[in-house]
């Protein structure tokens, strides 16, 4: 009787390790304070507890149950399958896995935002001043998120914080704002009709963390395309330099004998008028100490630019771009060349198979110059969807072997020159343009200018892609050009003072953009498709600022609603409520007919 009362004393002892595993708990949960008396409690607990189920399992022989093995095996099989979901979960967290399957990618930041945003260089949050938390806007912050931890974002209530909304300023609910450091910016107003846009947020995430600002000036006084909003402006082309954190300033070369110093790009868009030759110099000049020209010129106009152009050996052809393959598609007929291949090349490296369109080109052509290389950027489709029309007076366009072209065309390219040393820049083949550097000389010297005009119709587009330090023409003259050449160390000498100072010091290259139409940057085409991204990242390729991501544009998601008439809507109903019961009737009845 001893014996079974000490059994039952010692099973009655054991209840006391949960009892104090909840004296633990509670003590702890309602302190909120883990200190030395709740852990003593759940110490003691767990160890009473333990030694409970040790003596219970070996008086009884539990162990060597069956039942016990089988509920065993069932706790480890439960506690692996929660550590697996625990693992997958954490791993879940850590990496994230995500695929869009939206057609514009609605759900995915461009690759623009992404460059950006893992580039932080110092910590940047996002201030939403608004009370409620739009799910499209919270996801679309997310996903600037998960690029870098660097980007943070928060949603404030201005009524419960006035001191935080007094200090960005905040005037109405829905403001979003971006603060790094010292530095504050407003994004946009976001309301129920116009939600957070990745655009706007990229732009100003750019601007605010670049404190480079390249001036980019642009030619007037030619008939150039208006910068301000009008008819056939490029005032949305203006802005877009804007938002990518440049300045913009218009140029008139009739008033001022040079390029101003702090120019990082000087852009020539559409001029219907020539330059004078004064001008065409100021721009050669630029070009020799190491700046950076987009010229885009329309067909049916003579800017006399040829000088200049010859030196980087591109010729503008008088023929017009014809492309019948998108006209349907364009809707703007076949003098809009559809472009969907584009060069390897860092303005067109994320453009892929899109579409860009070009009302009214002209195409180029180019030949190999020493020290010039030449990369084509727009190419036409081939023969027979385009070729270069030469009759622009008849309404019926054919292809005419003896007078037209055949295509790919090229309507864009791009084109760097390596800045030589002032030894080597002054050879003694300078005698037309006198003072200034030896990158404009080269190419004057040398005989391939004079072949230019005739040959580009024996080579005519095919042959710009990476050709130019091969051409075997000019093997006397170029000795200057190749390298410094150490069989004429008396020529450069006295030729060196009159080359300016600042000419080879603070670029190491010289680059141009040509462009065989300027239309596609105007207003409303600016918009469309890739024009607007040809442009801005010609301009941002142009700078030489390597830091700014190249890259798409953010999208804008499309409209996909459908607008029906009165007759389209009827029709609907009709076939939906009358037409299809009838044919489900009809087949029924035929299906009973057979089997009766």
Same mark, same amino acid.
């Given at each position: ?12 002892l ?5 009892f104090l595993i909840?004296?633990?708990?509670t003590?702890g949960l309602v302190?909120?304070q883990?200190? =030395?008396?709740? =852990?003593?409690?759940?110490?003691a607990g767990?160890?009473?507890s ?12 539990w162990w060597?149950? /069956?039942s ?7 706790l480890?099989a439960?506690l ?6 625990g693992?997958?979960n954490f791993l879940g967290t850590?990496y994230h =896995?995500r ?5 514009a990618?609605l759900?995915t930041l !461009? ?5 950006l945003? /893992? ?6 949050k996002?201030w939403?001043f ?6 499209q806007?919270r996801?679309l912050?997310e996903?600037y998120?998960?690029q870098?931890s660097?980007?943070k974002?928060e949603?404030?209530?201005p ?6 909304a007094e ?10 704002y971006l ?6 910016q407003l994004v946009q107003a976001i309301?129920e ?5 990745e655009?706007?947020l990229?732009s /100003? %995430?750019?601007?605010?963390t670049n404190s480079n600002?390249?001036k980019v ?10 910068l301000?909003p009008g008819k ?5 082309a203006v802005q877009?330099l804007g938002?990518?954190?440049?300045t913009t300033s ?14 990082a790009?000087?852009?020539?868009a559409?001029?219907k008028?020539g330059?004078?030759?004064?001008e065409?110099k100021?721009l050669q000049?630029y ?5 950076? =020209?987009?010229?885009m010129i329309d067909?049916n106009t003579?800017?006399?630019l040829n000088s200049l152009l010859q030196?980087w050996g591109v ?5 017009l771009a014809v492309?019948? +393959?998108g006209?349907?598609?364009?809707g703007?007929?076949?003098a !809009?060349?559809?472009v969907t291949e584009?060069?390897?090349h860092?303005?067109?490296k994320?453009f892929?198979?899109?579409?860009s ?6 195409p180029?052509?180019?030949?190999s110059?020493?020290?010039v290389?030449?990369?084509p950027?727009l190419?036409?489709?081939p ?5 270069a029309?030469s009759?622009l007076?008849?309404?019926k366009l054919e ?5 037209? %072209?055949?295509?790919?065309l090229?309507?864009?390219? !791009?084109?760097t020159?390596?800045?030589t040393?002032k030894?080597t820049?002054?050879?003694q083949?300078?005698p037309?343009?006198?003072? %200034?550097?030896?990158?404009t000389?080269?190419s ?6 004079s072949?230019?005009p005739k040959?580009p119709q024996?080579?005519?587009?095919p042959s710009?892609t990476?050709?130019s330090?091969t +051409? ?7 000795s200057?050009t190749?390298?410094?050449?150490p069989?004429s160390?008396?020529?450069p000498?006295?030729s ?8 080879s010091?603070t670029?190491t ?8 139409n ?5 207003d409303?085409?600016?918009q469309?498709?890739?024009?607007g991204d040809?442009?801005l990242n010609s ?6 600022q390597?830091?700014q991501p %190249?890259s798409i544009?953010?999208?804008?998601p499309?409209?996909? /609603?459908i607008?029906l008439t009165t007759?389209?809507?009827?029709l609907?109903?009709l076939?939906?409520?009358l037409l299809?019961p ?15």
């Open positions: 009787m001893k014996l079974v009362a000490k059994k039952k004393l010692w099973k009655y054991f209840w006391l390790g949960p909840t004296v633990g708990l003590v302190s909120e883990w200190g =030395l008396i709740p =852990l003593v409690f759940l110490i767990i160890v009473i333990g030694l409970g189920i040790i003596w219970q399992s070996y008086q009884s022989n060597n149950r /069956r016990t093995q089988a509920g065993t095996n069932a480890v439960t692996a399958v929660l550590a697996i979901l693992l997958i850590r =896995l695929a869009d399957l939206t057609e990618q759900f !461009a690759p623009q935002s992404r460059e945003v /893992r580039v932080l260089p110092q910590p940047v996002v939403v608004d009370v409620n938390q739009n799910p806007d996801e912050l996903n998120q998960r870098s660097k980007f974002y949603y404030i209530d009524q419960a914080r006035p001191g935080l200090k960005f300023g905040v005037k109405d609910y829905g403001e979003v603060e790094s450091g010292d530095k504050r309301n009709n116009e939600r957070l846009s655009i706007r990229t /100003r %995430l750019q601007q605010l600002t390249a000036y642009l030619l007037q006084g030619h008939g150039e395309r208006q301000s056939d402006a490029i005032s949305q877009g938002d990518k954190n440049f218009p140029l008139n070369l009739g008033e001022t004998s040079k390029v101003p110093q702090d120019a790009v000087v852009i020539v559409g001029p008028r330059l004078f030759e004064g065409v100021a000049d070009l020799n100490r190491g700046g950076n =020209l987009l010229l067909p003579d800017p006399k030196e010729r503008l052809d008088n023929r492309d019948v +393959s006209e349907s598609v364009v703007l007929g076949p !809009a060349p559809l584009y060069g390897q860092p303005i067109t994320d892929g198979n899109g579409n369109f070009y009302p009214i080109a002209r180029l052509e180019i030949t110059v020493p020290g290389q030449a990369t950027l190419r036409t489709k023969y027979p969807s385009s070729w029309e009759d007076q008849s309404e292809f005419n072997a003896d007078k037209d %072209l055949k295509g790919p090229t309507l864009g390219v !791009a084109l020159r390596k800045q040393p030894s820049s002054t050879p083949a300078s037309t343009p006198s003072p %200034l550097p030896s990158p000389t080269q004057k010297t040398s005989p391939t200018p072949p230019s040959t024996a080579l005519p587009l710009p990476t050709q330090k +051409s075997p023409t000019p093997p006397a003259p170029p200057p190749s390298s410094a050449s069989t160390p008396a020529s000498a006295p060196a003072p009159p080359s300016p100072a600042a000419s010091q670029a290259e010289s680059r141009l953009v040509v462009l065989g300027s239309d596609f940057a105007t409303g085409l600016f469309q498709q890739l024009n040809v442009f301009v941002t390729w142009l700078s030489q390597d830091e %190249l544009r953010p999208k804008e499309k409209n996909r /609603r607008t007759t389209q809507a009827n609907l109903i076939s939906s409520l299809l009838l044919i489900g009737f009809a087949i029924a009845v035929i299906i009973w007919w057979k089997r009766r």
